[in-house]
């Protein structure tokens, strides 16, 4: 991961823990209903862990992870259970998951790595796995006004990167308007993948 990017959230970790998401819950939700009731859930990049308390709420086995421990420190408080700190090359697991959530997390990985790290996630989910992820879209990498390092991907740059990855039985992505943690609107893809089974 970017060095520059992972400083700024462990140097920004109480704050950014305050801020309270709610626009991704119905993704969530949706997300949650194609999976089979205690289905067991990577998170990657858990943030305060908001998104975790949700999906624990719901009877799902989680494993919730971020790449600061800073953050990762957050989270453990506000759940009252341990947050891994994990980086994404890290990640070395085969078949244990039945779904992976990496809400705002991948779009921090440098382009040349992406392909590497969707098949390391890849690997580490059961066949017929569902695997969800969030971009914020564009045609060439570069950095956001806090230095933040994004790869904004197209869509077809998306679909050919996860190609490369390994084989999805589908590769479905929508698109939709955040506001970031600079107050900045951006237009982001929604990826929800399936591993072949």
């Known amino acids: 991961m970017d060095e520059a990017t992972l400083q700024f959230y462990r140097s920004n970790a109480e704050a950014y823990a305050q801020r309270e998401i709610t626009s991704r819950k119905a993704r969530l939700t949706a997300f949650l209903s194609r999976l089979m009731p205690g289905a067991s859930i990577l998170e990657l990049g858990c943030g305060a862990g ?15 992870s971020d790449g600061s421990p800073e953050m990762a420190e957050v989270a453990s408080r506000r759940l009252g259970r341990p947050v891994e700190t994990l980086l994404f090359d890290q990640l070395d697991d085969t078949e244990a998951y039945g779904a992976v959530w990496a809400n705002a997390c991948l779009l921090h990985v440098p382009r040349p790595e992406l392909a590497g790290v969707l098949g390391r996630i890849r690997r580490a989910l059961k066949p017929g796995g569902f695997f969800y992820a969030s971009y914020k879209t564009g045609e060439v990498d570069g950095r956001d006004t806090l230095n933040r390092y994004y790869n904004y991907p197209s869509p077809d740059w998306l679909r050919a990167t996860y190609a490369e990855a390994g084989d999805w039985s589908e590769v479905l992505i929508d698109t939709g308007e955040v506001k970031g943690f600079d107050d900045k609107p951006a237009s982001m893809l929604f990826v929800v993948a399936q591993k072949s089974g």
């Open 50 to 64: 908001g998104d975790t308390a949700e999906m624990l709420a719901r009877g799902f086995a989680v494993r919730a």
